[in-house]
């Protein structure tokens, strides 16, 4: 028995990071003055959450009530992708228009995989690049968030949490230089998501992602920088 409940537990995350099949996009909504393209992974999608409580949705909310008249996201993000999946997602879309806020939030699911942190500093480029170029090519307009510490989660017990903590240091320390680099905005989430080890309302039920609770901090915490991106 207990052995059944060990793999049981090992093969858990996969379900969890990456095989998911998360409803289409919707419609862009050009109904208000700002238009906003969010673009990531399980955390951007809101994984465990209502679409209500994403921290993107979160953000365009307190954007509207900070007088900014602006769009919920167009979302591409899915459960389980990496650096690579999502550029692939990006092409396949086939976007046209261009946005006045576009959010990067990407590389949990390439450290868990165990991917090279150099293949995915390529990779986190040429989404900053297409990012830029979706915001009529002004850096100023892009937000990038850090990668979550999962490994403070309920879930995160399973595994070496002191490794899982190195390892997205050294992936937001790439993210964060390539950012600068390229001239876009790098807001640090990560402590935020730590906050989970003492708080258990910060987790979603399945222990492994972040509640609407959570989302709202990371929301509140880029509204001064989308606020800027917009003004």
């Avoid at 995989?113 to 915001?135: A, C, D, G, V």
């Avoid at 990560?190 to 003492?198: F, I, N, R, V, Y």
């Amino acid at each position: 028995m207990k052995q059944t409940f060990y793999i049981l537990l090992l093969l858990t995350p996969l379900f969890l990071f990456g095989c998911k099949d998360d409803t289409p996009a919707p419609a862009i909504d050009t109904n208000n003055a700002y238009t906003y393209l969010a673009l990531g992974d399980s955390y951007t999608i809101g994984e465990s959450v209502a679409e209500a409580d994403r921290w993107g949705v979160l953000l365009a909310g307190l954007l509207r009530e900070n007088g900014l008249d602006v769009g919920n996201p167009y979302t591409i993000a899915r459960t389980g992708w990496t650096t690579s999946e999502l550029s692939s997602a990006i092409k396949k879309e086939g976007l046209t228009q261009e946005f006045d806020l576009v959010s990067l939030m990407i590389g949990v699911n390439n450290q868990y995989r165990k991917q090279s942190i150099n293949t995915y500093r390529s990779e986190f480029r040429e989404l900053l690049q297409k990012s830029i170029s979706l915001t009529k090519g002004d850096p100023a307009n892009v937000i990038v968030l850090s990668i979550p510490n999962w490994g403070t989660t309920p879930y995160g017990s399973n595994f070496n949490r002191e490794q899982i903590a190195e390892e997205i240091a050294a992936f937001n320390a790439v993210a964060a230089d390539e950012a600068q680099k390229a001239g876009v905005t790098f807001i640090n989430i990560t402590p935020l998501s730590e906050k989970a080890a003492e708080d258990r309302s910060l987790v979603a039920n399945d222990g492994l992602h972040y509640s609407g609770k959570m989302h709202l901090e990371w929301a509140k915490l880029a509204l001064q920088e989308a606020q800027k991106a917009l003004k």
